[in-house]
């Protein structure tokens, strides 16, 4: 047996193992669709089927950071009766506003411009995170069984190389690596199938992309990441099924992303900023960007007598059709994020995560009836690619690349034909597919061709500093364990990163993890402060050096979100 380790291990112990007829990896809106479908289909036959969710969070839902706009496609094919069985989503989507902000005032574009495709009529808006926690309930009814609190973090393979199971991570392990007396080992989970549905930029799913090459066929997969705040505003002010968008100001036209300003619920406004990692500037600070953003005439009025009530960040996945690895391997399969399955003109992934729960559930059940195991579920993959989830990513494979490449203001109105075309021609458009190019890291330019952003300084009332933010995530980790954001060589922030790229850490880390400290010695020193990671990735991604390898931590570690 060989594993790929995703966290340090205390040492070489037995460790206790289940059996399994299906281990799924990550309790988000993939991997509860996949559990809920396997449990449903099995039951009305009469079978018998074991199904566990492993989640890292400390419960379902503490970990989910999303818009959300949610299109019900999925759940319509999940759970048709969703709405009578008390799904939290009840706001309609009313109204779309797009907005092209400049630095002082603002264009308003109209709907009758956008491709249909772009139109949230039909749509709901709410916590993707209280979605996914009703899931998670809907899963154990069925007889799943969910456990929260408890992170993958390593991959089983038998001597084949085939894929059999993962294990969880001891607890109890030093910051030093030994053991301490609290120290429990982690348990193998061994199933006929292992589901991997860890979301954007996935631990394990990274070291499976790289064993089984399984994106030699692909181009790079591209990331933006996404901070996000939750508003209670005044009633005079909310205008509930609202949704907005923007895009220019406060980003410059060469570096991509926008805002969403979504209003649902009581009183609830969700705001928050993307911005593509591929940017440039080593000195921006998306964090600062969305601060920013906050206080554009356009935008601040909404906030005025309200209270920002939650915060947090996550990446999302942005490559779409042509980044999608190949999906199966023996013994297992990627769903919705881990692949990369969100249409990213529309910022929707969910409905794609849990249609492709279905699809990989749909797969292994019929492998487990004909008596298959550790084999690949091509007929997973061949529903992804021809079904409903590759025709949405296929109308709009070209708008990133367009917008990349041309800059926002004319690669959006490329985008904007393009999308028309494959909406008008069947998706095969103007007929070409562009390439993304590089990675997002190997965008990252020298700190020498840029000059530092001069960020406003926060009001703590609209605009806050990062610490501040981040007590708003309900973070926390247990202080004495081995420090999960691991350096591959310890020197390079300071040898190689601080002079070529101004250690870029200090400002894309959402969460104020990593500092530029003066040390003893009077030297510059780095300084990880990993209590404070909200498991965003974005380091994993953006780090120019790709030194930073990022583990789960203790499982129940990092944000107790609520509502996002
Ligand atoms: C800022 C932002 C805005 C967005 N807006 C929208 C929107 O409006 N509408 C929309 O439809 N989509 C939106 N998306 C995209 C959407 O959130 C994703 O497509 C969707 O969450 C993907 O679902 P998933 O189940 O694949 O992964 P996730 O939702 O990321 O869930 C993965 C789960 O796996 C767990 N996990 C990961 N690794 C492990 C491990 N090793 N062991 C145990 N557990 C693990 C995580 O803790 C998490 O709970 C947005 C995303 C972002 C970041
Ligand atoms: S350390 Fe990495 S994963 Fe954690 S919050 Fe910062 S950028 Fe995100």
Known sequence: MTTDAGAPSATEVERESMEFDVVIVGAGPAGLAAAIRLKQQADAAGEELNVVVLEKGSEVGAHILSGAVIDPVGLDALIPDWREQGAPLTTEVKRDKFLVLGPAGELSLPNFMMPPLMNNHGNYIGSLGDVTRWLGEQAEALGVEVYPGFAASEVLYDKDGVVYGVATGDMGVGRDGEPKDTYTPGMELHGKYVLFAEGARGSLTKGLIRRFELDKDSEPQKFGIGIKEVWEVAPDKHQPGLVQHTFGWPLDSRTGGGSFLYHYGDNLVAVGFVVHLNYANPYLSPYDEFQRYKTHPAIAPTFEGGKRIAYGARAITEGGWQSLPKLVFPGGALLGCAAGMVNVPRIKGSHNAILSGIAAADAALEAIRAGRSGDELTTYEQEVRTGKIGWDLKLVR??????????????????????????????????????????????????????????????????????????????????????????????????????EYAEPAQRYCPAGVYEVVEGDDGKPRFQINAQNCVHCKTCDIKDPSQNINWVCPEGGGGPNYTGM
């Not at 690349?401 to 103007?430: C, E, H, R």
């Not at 933010?469 to 973070?475: D, E, K, Y």
């Open 398 to 499: 070209n708008v990133k690349p367009l917008w990349s490449k041309f800059g926002t203001y004319v690669g959006i109105a490329l985008g904007g034909l393009d999308m028309w075309a494959n909406q008008i021609l069947y998706g095969i458009g103007f007929g070409y597919t562009l390439k993304h190019g590089k990675p997002d890291y190997a965008a990252t330019g020298k700190a020498s061709s840029y000059k530092p952003i001069d960020y406003p300084k926060p009001d703590g009332k609209l605009t806050f500093d990062k610490l501040t933010s981040v007590s708003f995530s309900a973070t926390n980790h247990e202080e004495h364990q081995p420090v999960h954001l691991q350096l591959k060589d310890p020197a390079i922030p300071i040898l190689v990163n601080l002079p």
